[in-house]
């Protein structure tokens, strides 16, 4: 599916303009709008392949790639050995930089010291998900993530946890999340919308035979790898149904939530099932390939207008669009999810992905149209400003604040807690949390085999209620800090 169509807008500024009404290239679900594609017959931006059109990198990846890799490679003999009985925690990593925020974790490039594997680290401050009652949601997230792996998502390895935070370490993907290259004026074409399209597919149908919704597939949720596959990440609202049930919690993005979402909370209806991730899916495709979403929704359109919305307002396709493109979009976005596309046979099924060659495609040997410029990190580089210079608490001068806290503690008379709820509930969380280590385990099950290795490292949702796939490991937790509420 390679194509030369994907460009990358000029870092000139561009003339004032406008979309259509109540349309915009969003930076998340409700940013100003931005200037359109350029029209049919306009010049466009040279391929993202043309060093000359390229801005100056904002970090020189590739040259720092390399010498991360000199560096560890000259203490290769000097490395650390760490016992296979301990459990693995932040002393067993390097941190390298700062990649990403979200309302309370942050997210960095970490190297792996024993094995010089590198890694994306999201750490969670625990008294942060405490406040704002998203213990249940973060360990229903490591549940799901321990328990699936999948070339097409964005995998657990570790976890594990000290005082003030929650740690997870997946697959690095370097190439960047979708809305970062929507706001880089990244031109999609339909070769590579299918592709992304396919492998989301693939996603979907195994999280289905997980019994698994993810109710947050966006742009911002899917990564790209060095070569250009895309990923899907962020399980914090995704939740598990068995045969028969069905998921009622109004969670998700709004802009990219299913019209039986809104449905089912306006009218208390029969809820809603795997049918809403592939209208999300839709949603995404049509996005990339116009530079904004088929509706006009924001986070702050109440769910009664909504549902109105979606029984009076028609998507206008581009003429331009091919034929089998726009008949692939419109069953993605059918209102009615019994008519939706809905499941991997649906979609090998439409004539616009009929010369697809799935089994290739499932081994990533199909090439993508269009791969991220090599020499560059795709990310916001005032991450790791702010980490060095405005964070209060930064990740790298962990250890030496923790025994500081540890000694004070201990000079402290226990009775004279300022805040016993707050430290009940980091008990109960230090208690509950679960440490995970998927190389162990890769191990555990085939001792002849090495570890499998990481991937070449090359707005946020909403769930206003939310207690569906809950287990038992958060019963202490959910008891003393109960999380939003359930379905």
Same mark, same amino acid.
């Given at each position: 599916?390679?194509?030369?169509?994907?460009?990358?807008?000029?870092?000139?500024?561009?003339?004032?303009?406008?979309?259509?009404?109540?349309?915009?290239?969003?930076?998340?679900? %409700?940013?100003?709008?931005? !200037?359109?594609?350029? $029209?049919?017959?306009?010049?466009?931006?040279?391929?993202?392949?043309?060093?000359?059109?390229?801005?100056?990198?904002? #970090?020189?990846?590739?040259?720092?790639?390399?010498?991360?890799?000199?560096?560890?490679?000259?203490?290769?003999?000097?490395? !650390?050995?760490?016992?296979?009985?301990?459990?693995?925690?932040?002393?067993?990593?390097?941190?390298?930089?700062?990649?990403?925020?979200?309302?309370?974790?942050?997210?960095?490039?970490?190297?792996?010291?024993?094995?010089?594997?590198?890694?994306?680290?999201?750490?969670?401050?625990?008294?942060?998900?405490?406040?704002? %009652?998203?213990?249940?949601?973060? #360990?229903?997230?490591?549940?799901?993530l321990q328990e699936i792996e999948h070339i097409f998502l964005v995998n657990l390895w570790y976890s594990f946890q000290d005082e003030e935070d929650m740690f997870m370490v997946v697959d690095l993907l370097p190439g960047g999340d979708l809305r970062y290259h929507l706001q880089?004026?990244?031109?999609?074409?339909?070769?590579?919308?299918?592709?992304?399209?396919?492998?989301?597919?693939?996603?979907?149908?195994?999280?289905?035979?997980?019994?698994?919704?993810?109710? @947050?597939v966006k742009p911002d949720n899917i990564l790209l790898d060095e070569r250009g596959h895309a990923h899907l990440t962020d399980f914090n609202i995704a939740t598990i149904i068995k045969d028969g049930e069905r998921a009622t919690a109004l969670a998700g993005t709004k802009p990219?939530?299913?019209?039986?979402?809104?449905? /089912?909370?306006?009218?208390?209806?029969?809820?809603?099932?795997?049918?809403? @991730?592939?209208?999300?899916?839709?949603?995404?495709?049509?996005?990339?390939?116009?530079?904004?979403?088929?509706?006009?929704?924001?986070?702050?359109?109440?769910?009664?207008?909504?549902?109105?919305?979606?029984?009076?307002?028609?998507?206008?396709?581009?003429?331009?669009?091919?034929?089998?493109?726009?008949?692939?979009?419109?069953?993605?976005?059918?209102?009615?999810?019994?008519?939706?596309?809905?499941?991997?046979?649906?979609?090998? $099924? $439409?004539?616009?992905?009929?010369?697809?060659?799935?089994?290739?495609?499932?081994?990533?040997?199909?090439?993508?149209?269009?791969?991220?410029?090599?020499?560059?990190?795709?990310?916001?580089?005032?991450?790791?400003?702010?980490?060095?210079?405005?964070?209060?608490?930064?990740?790298?001068?962990?250890?030496?604040?923790?025994?500081?806290?540890?000694?004070?503690?201990?000079?402290?008379?226990?009775? =004279?807690?300022?805040?016993?709820?707050? =430290? %009940?509930?980091?008990?109960?969380?230090?208690? %509950? #949390?679960?440490?995970?280590?998927?190389?162990?385990?890769?191990? /555990? =099950?085939?001792?002849?085999?090495?570890?499998?290795?990481?991937?070449?490292?090359?707005?946020?949702?909403?769930?206003?209620?939310?207690?569906?796939?809950?287990?038992?490991?958060?019963?202490?937790?959910?008891?003393?800090?109960?999380?939003?509420?359930?379905?």
């Open positions: 599916m390679r194509s030369g169509a994907e460009r990358r807008g000029s870092s000139a500024a561009a003339p004032p303009s406008s979309p259509p009404p109540g349309r915009a290239r969003p930076a998340g679900p %409700d940013a100003p709008p931005a !200037p359109p594609p350029p $029209a049919a017959g306009q010049p466009r931006a040279r391929d993202t392949g043309d060093a000359r059109a390229q801005p100056r990198p904002l #970090f020189p990846w590739s040259k720092w790639k390399k010498r991360m890799g000199s560096s560890m490679s000259a203490a290769t003999a000097r490395r !650390p050995v760490f016992d296979d009985k301990e459990d693995v925690n932040l002393d067993h990593f390097q941190i390298l930089r700062a990649i990403g925020k979200g309302s309370f974790g942050k997210v960095c490039i970490v190297q792996k010291r024993d094995t010089e594997k590198m890694y994306a680290m999201k750490y969670m401050n625990k008294q942060q998900c405490i406040e704002r %009652d998203e213990v249940r949601n973060v #360990f229903r997230e490591l549940e799901i880089q004026n990244v031109q999609f074409s339909e070769d590579t919308v299918r592709l992304y399209v396919c492998e989301m597919a693939l996603a979907l149908d195994y999280l289905r035979s997980q019994h698994i919704i993810h109710r @947050d990219y939530m299913a019209p039986e979402i809104f449905q /089912s909370f306006v009218s208390g209806g029969t809820g809603y099932s795997f049918e809403v @991730d592939w209208w999300s899916v839709g949603v995404m495709a049509y996005e990339l390939l116009r530079g904004w979403r088929p509706y006009d929704i924001h986070s702050g359109n109440a769910a009664e207008s909504l549902v109105q919305l979606f029984s009076t307002v028609s998507v206008q396709y581009v003429p331009t669009w091919s034929k089998e493109m726009v008949a692939l979009l419109r069953k993605l976005l059918t209102v009615s999810p019994r008519h939706r596309v809905s499941s991997l046979r649906d979609v090998q $099924a $439409a004539p616009a992905l009929a010369d697809v060659p799935w089994t290739e495609l499932s081994e990533k040997k199909v090439e993508p149209g269009f791969v991220p410029n090599k020499g560059r990190l795709h990310c916001d580089p005032t991450f790791e400003l702010e980490e060095m210079i405005l964070e209060s608490r930064p990740l790298h001068k962990k250890k030496k604040r923790l025994a500081k806290n540890r000694s004070r503690d201990s000079s402290r008379d226990s009775s =004279q807690s300022e805040n016993d709820r707050l =430290q %009940d509930c980091l008990d109960a969380i230090q208690q %509950d #949390f679960v440490i995970f280590n998927r190389e162990k385990l890769k191990r /555990s =099950q085939d001792p002849t085999s090495e570890p499998l290795p990481a991937p070449e490292p090359g707005e946020g949702a909403e769930a206003l209620a939310d207690g569906e796939g809950t287990r038992s490991a958060l019963h202490v937790c959910g008891t003393i800090c109960p999380s939003a509420g359930s379905s």
